[in-house]
């Protein structure tokens, strides 16, 4: 199951919200990917995200699987919502 989501944050997806972010998805026992321009690293690796460099208005993709998938990507919209990383 995946979600497209757009980043609002004026800063993009920068360290602090990227690495709770990260923290979040690190909660669930499952492959969580996120994607931006054709590249995909694990959410789960803050490194990897951040090489992402996912600006404003850039358009990500989060992506996961398994009998849970709808209901931690409600979670993690939700808490990219609580970073104001989207509206």
């Not at 979040?24 to 492959?31: E, I, L, P, T």
């Not at 994607?35 to 992402?52: N, Q």
């Amino acid at each position: 199951m995946k979600k497209t989501l757009t980043i609002t944050d004026e800063a993009g997806m920068h360290a602090r919200p990227a690495s709770k972010l990260v923290q979040a998805a690190s909660q669930y026992d499952a492959d969580i990917t996120i994607s931006y321009k054709g590249k995909s690293v694990d959410l789960k690796s803050v490194m990897g995200v951040m090489s992402l460099g996912v600006p404003q208005k850039g358009e990500i993709t989060i992506e996961t699987d398994g009998d849970k998938a709808g209901d931690i990507l409600k979670k993690l919209e939700d808490k990219m919502r609580e970073l104001a990383l989207i509206d």
